[in-house]
């Protein structure tokens, strides 16, 4: 049964939201587990649409776990039944494709179904593909399926990546773990949740140095034992109710963040005229960030989105609809994905003017937004059409809310803690 979102707009809202932990870490370190017949403890993962249907998929491989209580996970690799990944398990998540790095190093063999058709763009997987046949796979794609072996193992090598892909990056990190020797991986993608992804590995037994740059050194080792891991917090999620207290003119505490994955985002948002405050405190590694609207009317910013540390793509939507009320006009660039604004017709319903010129969108704001009926089309489109609803006069129902659930923890209880008037049903 589909779900829907009511949300009566114009409250600001004000409170305190925990920040729940990472999709984007939480779904390879759960790969992760593939690497060891150890036992895989991770803590303060999100309990989301998409990390069930990792779970599912790693449960069908015949991985051993518990369930996943108050945030935290056992996961045991000792006895596979399958490495075959198949559509059924993998067309809803790209992010499956995590899998096929762990399972060909340490079984030498898998046979993965290519990820589902996706909104955002074509994102293939060649570039994960080419990486293992380097390090020796012999790889063919036969009636959608990925089939990979490496009869004799990984070996080690130089990888250059044309583009820093994320999962890309992380499926090569892992599979290098267990290969024959030093694998560089030249171009790595230096995304917080990378090198969360490194320090995970080098925690299980693995040798890498470099994680978090550019270069990243990976010195094969025989074989990884479990460990336990605190997956970190959800940058995304911060950086989305951050422009939350924003758009509604309200203030929030974000509790347990990391400031420094979100300077990009707490720039853009300072030129728009919205201030923020980081406390830490002794001995916590996270930081809370009080987040608070300075000025009447928000002041244009024009963005591009790039690889970390740059403005992150999953960030766009939501940083759009702020513009649109804005006292001007901004241009926001989306430069990692080539079909990453089918929020703009869905906002421009809401009274939103924006024009798309090839990847650059032009944005005028307006005095307000006004309430309608709107499809979500992908998880942040989805959650920029639910803050555009907290902001608009009227009443805004935000339909096929199922993407929201694939990455938002609590959404919807976490929004109405701090005064949001959103109810969901059933239709
Ligand atoms: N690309 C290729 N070939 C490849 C891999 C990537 O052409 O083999 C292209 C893609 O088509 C895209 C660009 O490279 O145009 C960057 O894609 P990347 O591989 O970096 O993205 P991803 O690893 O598939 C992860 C996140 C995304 C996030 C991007 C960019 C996970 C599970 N997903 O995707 O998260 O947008 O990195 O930061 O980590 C989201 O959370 O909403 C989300 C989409």
């Known amino acids: 049964?589909?779900?829907?979102?009511?949300?009566?707009?114009?409250?600001?809202?004000?409170?305190?939201?925990?920040?729940?932990?990472?999709?984007?870490?939480?779904?390879?370190?759960?790969?992760?587990?593939?690497?060891?017949?150890?036992?895989?403890?991770?803590?303060?993962?999100?309990?989301?649409?998409?990390?069930?249907?990792?779970?599912?998929?790693?449960?069908?491989?015949?991985?051993?776990?518990?369930?996943?209580?108050?945030?935290?996970?056992?996961?045991?690799?000792?006895?596979?039944?399958?490495?075959?990944?198949?559509?059924?398990?993998?067309?809803?998540?790209?992010?499956?494709?995590?899998?096929?790095?762990?399972?060909?190093?340490?079984?030498?063999?898998?046979?993965?179904?290519?990820?589902?058709?996706?909104?955002?763009?074509?994102?293939?997987?060649?570039?994960?593909?080419?990486?293992?046949?380097?390090?020796?796979?012999?790889?063919?794609?036969?009636?959608?399926?990925?089939?990979?072996?490496?009869?004799?193992?990984?070996?080690?090598?130089?990888?250059?990546?044309?583009?820093?892909?994320?999962?890309?990056?992380?499926?090569?990190?892992?599979?290098?773990?267990?290969?024959?020797?030093?694998?560089?991986?030249?171009?790595?993608?230096?995304?917080?949740?990378?090198?969360?992804?490194?320090?995970?590995?080098?925690?299980?037994?693995?040798?890498?140095?470099?994680?978090?740059?550019?270069?990243?050194?990976?010195?094969?080792?025989?074989?990884?034992?479990?460990?336990?891991?605190?997956?970190?917090?959800?940058?995304?999620?911060?950086?989305?109710?951050?422009?939350?207290?924003?758009?509604?003119?309200?203030?929030l505490l974000l509790k347990n963040c990391k400031y420094d994955h979100l300077a990009a985002l707490f720039d853009a948002l300072h030129l728009a005229g919205v201030t923020h405050q980081v406390h830490r405190e002794a001995g916590n590694e996270y930081e809370d960030i009080e987040v608070w609207r300075n000025i009447e009317i928000i002041n244009p910013v024009s963005i591009q989105t790039t690889p970390f540390p740059g403005f992150a793509t999953d960030l766009q939507a939501q940083f759009m609809t702020l513009m649109t009320i804005c006292n001007g006009t901004a241009a926001i660039t989306e430069n990692i994905f080539e079909n990453r604004f089918m929020h703009v017709p869905e906002l421009s319903r809401m009274g939103a003017n924006i024009s798309i010129h090839g990847k650059t969108a032009i944005v005028t704001g307006q005095p307000f937004l006004r309430g309608t009926n709107v499809m979500a089309t992908d998880l942040r489109a989805s959650v920029s059409l639910v803050l555009a609803g907290l902001t608009a006069h009227g009443e805004t129902i935000v339909n096929r809310l199922y993407h929201i659930d694939r990455g938002y923890e609590n959404i919807d209880q976490k929004l109405r803690t701090c005064g949001a008037n959103i109810e969901r049903f059933t239709v």
């Open 1 to 251: 049964m589909l779900q829907s979102m009511k949300i009566s707009g114009g409250t600001p809202l004000v409170g305190t939201i925990e920040i729940s932990g990472a999709k984007n870490l939480a779904l390879p370190a759960l790969a992760a587990s593939l690497l060891t017949d150890g036992n895989l403890s991770l803590h303060r993962v999100p309990n989301l649409e998409d990390v069930k249907s990792m779970l599912r998929l790693l449960v069908h491989l015949g991985v051993d776990m518990g369930d996943l209580m108050a945030g935290t996970i056992i996961l045991t690799a000792n006895g596979l039944k399958t490495l075959d990944a198949g559509y059924d398990f993998v067309r809803k998540m790209r992010g499956s494709i995590l899998v096929l790095g762990p399972l060909v190093a340490r079984f030498r063999k898998a046979a993965v179904s290519l990820p589902g058709g996706c909104a955002i763009g074509a994102r293939g997987v060649d570039l994960h593909l080419k990486a293992l046949e380097h390090m020796g796979a012999s790889i063919t794609i036969e009636n959608g399926y990925i089939n990979a072996s490496a009869p004799n193992g990984l070996i080690g090598c130089d990888i250059i990546l044309p583009i820093p892909t994320v999962t890309g990056t992380e499926n090569i990190l892992m599979a290098a773990t267990l290969a024959k020797g030093i694998t560089r991986i030249i171009n790595a993608a230096m995304e917080p949740e990378v090198a969360a992804l490194a320090d995970l590995l080098i925690k299980m037994g693995a040798k890498i140095t470099g994680h978090g740059s550019s270069i990243v050194t990976i010195d094969g080792v025989d074989s990884l034992s479990g460990t336990d891991f605190t997956i970190l917090p959800d940058r995304i999620e911060a950086g989305t109710y951050a422009i939350a207290a924003a758009l509604t003119n309200g203030k």
